[in-house]
């Protein structure tokens, strides 16, 4: 068949086509990130964070009401989400292997996959429908749902890495089981739990489709949950739509905002889980 | 973990005492009811899709809601093929670009690059992940388009514009925009599905192959890539998922416009971008409910793709045909 020479040269051949993969995906990256800090820094200013919007062609004005809706949302999802999602995972992480956690964690990954937008419509047809009116709390479910299935993936992926040690030794000291849970596992694993937190608030602080049509848009400040409501990405894509110069420049700021955001988000859950324990799942 | 357990230390524990049983009881129920939780969840999905779409369903003829192409919401005229079209060949074209380039990608940090490059690699794929598909309609609005306008769309009708693929006007926005940016934004889902599942290849296989003396290319290609080769498939139909839901970024490239071309250049429309542009100004029930229908389509495509997915990852994770991994 074909020589040494020859099939050293494929492998280097094919080495090199791995390689140049690599710059396939990193030329886009490192364009995108490029251009939202050129062109969103120039607009950055103290009044960005903390004015209204402006109509076409005003000077100043800034995002601050999109950032405070933003904010409010993911928290009203994050009360709504986080008891449920890191209980499911702690259930699937500790009683998960029989059929009943199966069919869970099945229908788990199942609906993470589901799209962000058809999460959307089950909130608009939940709150919005039934309060005939776009809100924050609808906003706030509609985030909350697409939190839940992933952090109680990752949640049991964390304390899955608690070694069966800790518990074995808690039990054998005769702690009752409930409270090896909550005194010795969980505490354990709770670096890791937070970074799945941090992880889901970062998802869903970035989530614009199911926002469209539930908290809908709001041109002034709002904490009243029964309002509509701005948010960071839904202005972004307002902006970015539109076609004003001074709006998509205020787009690209924003962007750049967000994308703050949730790289300090992405950071801290790196950084968490970098200590606790060692290895995060995926 | 309480008693009813079957790990082999909590069977062994002394038997509690009524006290610690009834906590555990509690405890346990407690999270039980949490992880139903999950399933009301996904019950209460499907229940409101239906519900919302229901004035649309009445009446209709699901038949010619699936195939027909007119959609005009004014005379309450909805045929879904157009957006179907454009979400299967938005998503097509992001497969074959992003399939070959994660599988590389996917090699490249576990096999093949250097060792010194993978972390900031694969630090780089986990930011691409990270960043907000709204973002990245921004920057294919207003980068990729016009590079595509001038520079990739009359390069492919010069070289293949024989194909009526790459025929019709350049205008940037469009299905090939809109296939490349859903490409970019699949890339790290199937690259690190794909990683994993090279995770649970065997070493002796590949060790095996080296020993024998292959390169390190024919043991990839030879022993490595047929083991995994289910679980990247289970990969690459997790990153369909997601490009078939994807709404943001391709909602702001492809054009808005629903027809059917067969250009990648012209501009078309997929199920979550109608659904995003239309859904909050919808003129009734009906138009509402047919979006909700769109909706209901959708769901039910990554809802398939999905469980293929997870069976056929799951199925790698055991090894082909009854081996231990």
Redesign the interface.
């Known amino acids: 068949m074909n020589g040494l020479p020859w099939r050293r040269f494929v492998n280097v051949f094919w080495t090199v086509v791995s390689g140049s993969t690599v710059l396939v995906a990193l030329v886009p990256l490192a364009s995108l990130l490029w251009l939202v800090v050129s062109r969103g820094a120039p607009g950055l200013s103290a009044s960005f964070f903390v004015s209204l919007p402006t109509p076409v062609g005003e000077p100043g004005g800034g995002v601050g009401n999109a950032i405070v809706g933003t904010f409010f949302m993911v928290g009203l999802a994050s009360l709504m989400a986080l008891p449920v999602g890191v209980g499911a995972g702690v259930f699937l992480a500790e009683k998960g292997d029989g059929p009943a956690g199966k069919v869970i964690r099945f229908t788990a990954e199942v609906l993470s996959g589901v799209p962000s937008i058809v999460v959307g419509i089950v909130a608009y047809g939940l709150i919005v429908a039934t309060m005939k009116r776009f809100s924050a709390l609808a906003g706030g479910v509609a985030l909350a749902l697409i939190m839940v299935p992933s952090l109680a993936r990752s949640t049991e992926d964390f304390i899955r890495l608690v070694p069966s040690a800790l518990r074995e030794a808690s039990l054998a000291l005769g702690v009752p089981g409930w409270k090896t849970s909550l005194r010795v596992i969980i505490p354990t694993a709770l670096g890791g739990i937070v970074t799945a937190v941090l992880l889901a608030v970062a998802r869903a602080a970035g989530e614009t489709a199911p926002l469209l049509f539930t908290a809908l848009n709001n041109q002034y400040w709002n904490l009243d949950p029964t309002q509509p409501t701005a948010s960071l990405t839904v202005q972004i894509y307002n902006y970015a739509i539109s076609p004003y110069e001074d709006w998509h420049d205020k787009a690209w700021t924003a962007a750049l905002v967000l994308l703050l955001l949730v790289g300090l988000l992405n950071l801290m859950a790196r950084l968490l889980s970098r200590n606790r324990l060692q290895g995060a799942p995926r | ?3 009813t ?3 082999a ?2 069977r062994d ?2 038997a ?1 005492a009524r006290f ?1 049983n009834l ?2 009881r ?3 129920s ?10 009301v ?2 019950g ?2 499907l229940l ?2 239906g ?2 779409a229901r004035p649309a369903w009445e009446g209709m003829d699901v038949l010619r809601f699936l195939t027909s192409t007119d959609w005009d919401p004014v005379q309450e005229k909805f045929g879904a093929l157009p957006f179907i079209y454009g979400t299967l060949v938005t998503s097509a074209v992001a497969i074959l670009v992003a399939l ?3 599988v ?2 996917a ?2 940090l576990s096999e ?2 250097p060792r010194r ?1 993978r972390p900031p ?1 694969a630090y ?5 992940a ?10 294919g ?4 388009v016009p590079w595509l306008r001038g520079t990739l769309e009359p390069f492919l009708q010069g070289t293949l514009g024989f194909l009526p693929l790459f025929r019709g006007p350049m205008i940037g926005l469009g299905y090939l925009a809109a296939g490349l940016i859903l490409a ?1 934004m699949i ?1 790290p889902t199937i ?2 599905v794909t990683i ?1 599942v090279l995770k649970t290849v065997p070493a002796a296989l590949k060790e095996g192959a080296l020993a024998l003396g292959a ?4 043991a ?1 290609r030879m022993a490595v890539l047929p083991y995994a080769r289910p679980g990247i498939l289970g990969a690459t139909l ?1 990153g369909l ?2 490009a ?5 970024a391709v909602t ?1 490239v492809i054009g808005n416009s629903p027809e059917i071309s067969a250009s990648l250049f012209a501009p078309g429309y997929s199920l ?1 971008a109608v ?2 542009n239309e ?2 100004e919808a003129t009734g029930d009906v138009h509402i409910g047919a ?2 229908a769109l ?1 209901l389509v ?2 039910g495509l ?2 398939l ?3 293929v997915a ?1 069976i056929l990852i799951s199925a790698v994770a055991r090894g082909p045909r009854g081996a231990k991994a």
């Open positions: 973990m309480p008693p357990s079957d790990s230390s909590a524990a002394p509690p610690a906590g555990d509690a405890w346990s407690g999270i039980s009811i949490l992880g139903g939780t999950i399933l969840v996904a209460l999905v409101e899709l519900r919302v070959p380039v994660s590389g990608l090699l490249f093949m690059g490059l690699v780089a794929i986990e930011v691409l990270a960043i907000p598909s709204v973002i990245y309609g921004l920057w609005l207003f980068v990729m970019l890339l690259a690190s994993e390169t390190r290319w024919e990839i997790l998922g997601r078939l839901g994807e709404t943001m702001m979550p659904i995003a859904f909050a979006l909700a909706g959708l769901f990554t809802l793709l999905n469980a997870q």
